[in-house]
């Protein structure tokens, strides 16, 4: 979850996100990395059962509550940012999130598949934007441009009706979904000739952050996100009614067998 922006110059002076990108230890970058754990199944996560979301996802920032619709994410005032990340890695797979974002000036709500060298997917909802969502990618932390973002238009209320939003994920391409409607191809090769293209194992992330918060380093941060948060306006609250994760891989562990971050170099041990 970098942040984009169509303001030209403005990538320089973005701040680094709060909560989700982040990564443990870095396999490119370090030999001594522990080996991945591999979710290797196909499974639907109802989010309205607490120990079906605490026993596969690690609650990394904040705190949760549950209802009748599902896993409240809520910023109550400044400094907030409820996350949480899968305890499991999927190397390729289909992500889907029935969610519903947050209202809210410069409230961000997310959807994060990202890797240990900083290959990442997003979606993003910005709480000042009903009608529409966004998609992006990175690959290793690559952060020298900002053009790789999509604002899809969305039939109605992102922030008041649960939609459901997917990513499928393979070595060759990936296609994001609306409530099964394709909205976005990306292949491979389009990715920087695939430099830039996800493909390494990752974990799933979702959480909501204010963008907006006026102490965030870089004023940039604050437009992108829709202008500055009114915490007396609070609570904001995402909820996730459920998330459907199958991988692809068939792996207890993935082991990167070198250093080069290529999907090729990823090995599969136990579960095959």
């Known amino acids: ?35 991945d754990p591999g979710f290797g199944i196909d499974h639907t996560f109802d989010f309205k059962d607490k120990k079906a979301v605490t026993r596969s996802f690690n609650i990394t920032n904040g705190a949760l509550s549950y209802g009748s619709d599902g896993t409240q994410f809520v910023i109550n005032k400044q400094g907030e ?3 949480i990340r899968s305890k499991f890695y999927i190397h390729f797979g289909s992500i889907s999130v029935v969610m519903k974002a947050a209202k809210g000036q410069g409230i961000v709500s997310s959807i994060v598949i990202q890797s240990e060298d900083l ?3 997003d979606w ?5 934007n ?18 790789r973002d999509i604002w899809h238009p969305v039939d109605t209320d992102v922030r008041d009706n649960f939609h459901n939003y997917t990513v499928d994920w393979t070595a060759e391409k990936m296609d994001f979904y609306i409530d ?17 293209y996800p493909q390494t194992p990752s974990t799933v992330r979702l959480g909501i952050w204010a963008g907006g918060d006026k102490d965030n380093n870089g004023k940039w941060t604050v437009i992108w996100a829709g202008g500055e948060t009114d915490f007396k306006q609070a609570p904001f609250t995402m909820y996730v009614k459920e998330t ?6 068939s792996g207890k562990e993935y082991v990167w067998s070198d250093q080069s971050g ?8 136990g579960y095959v």
């Open 119 to 121: 290959d990442e997917i």
């Open 1 to 35: 979850m970098h942040f984009s922006t169509i303001l030209v110059g403005a990538s320089a002076l973005l701040a680094p996100v709060l909560a989700q990108t982040w990564s443990d230890c870095n396999p490119t970058k370090n030999t001594t990395c522990p080996n």
């Open 124 to 128: 993003e909802f910005l709480g000042g």
């Open 244 to 249: 459907h994760v199958k991988d692809y891989g």
């Open 81 to 83: 940012s409820p996350t």
């Open 130 to 147: 009903a009608t529409h969502a966004q998609t992006n990618y990175f690959g290793k932390g690559d952060t020298s441009s900002y053009d």
């Open 180 to 196: 099964s409607k394709k909205v976005r191809t990306l292949p491979y090769a389009a990715a920087n000739g695939g430099k830039n």
């Open 262 to 269: 290529d999907f090729k170099s990823i090995k599969s041990v």
